[in-house]
């Protein structure tokens, strides 16, 4: 119980200090959160995953790049939509902006762009599929920054 409350403590002054280099940057917390929060938070999941799939376990490693991501939209928006109308008020404030609205579009593009791959392909996945969303992932970038 101890180390989680270290971890949430140490996590929780991590984004304090990147909400107080963004204001110091007239940079938006929408942008932080999509760009360096992101990140970081998911280089732990890319290092596992392509140990997974260099391990010989690449399906494991596919299903791990998607389920990850969406257990922690799952249980992110909807643990803080529930604590927050339970605690705070009801119903909850969210502000949707523009960068939300643009990153959930390419959220979704992104999912259709590789169910139609793999299913075009015979649910076989290549470097081509890779590229692909390397690709689309920059354009997310450049459209949110700019």
């Known amino acids: ?9 140490l996590a ?16 938006s917390d929408t942008l ?3 760009t ?30 998607i389920g990850a991501p969406l257990l922690n939209l799952l249980f992110g928006v909807g ?5 927050g109308n339970l605690l705070v008020q009801s119903p909850y404030p969210f502000e949707m902006n523009l960068q939300l609205y643009v990153s959930l579009m390419f959220l979704v593009f992104c ?10 392909h015979g649910m076989e996945i290549g470097k081509g599929l890779g590229g692909v969303l390397m690709l689309i992932y920059a ?7 700019g």
């Open 1 to 9: 119980v101890s180390s989680v409350a270290w971890i949430y403590a």
């Open 139 to 145: 354009a997310f970038l450049v459209t949110c920054l």
């Open 36 to 65: 360096v929060l992101a990140f970081a938070n998911s280089v732990g999941d890319l290092v596992a995953n392509l140990a997974m799939a260099r391990a010989g376990m690449p399906a494991m490693a596919a299903a791990a790049c």
């Open 111 to 120: 999912l259709l762009a590789m169910l139609i791959y793999t299913y075009v």
């Open 79 to 83: 643990g803080a939509t529930f604590l």
């Open 12 to 27: 929780a002054e991590l984004v304090h200090l990147l909400q107080a280099i963004g204001t110091m940057m007239e940079i």
């Open 32 to 34: 932080l959160g999509l």
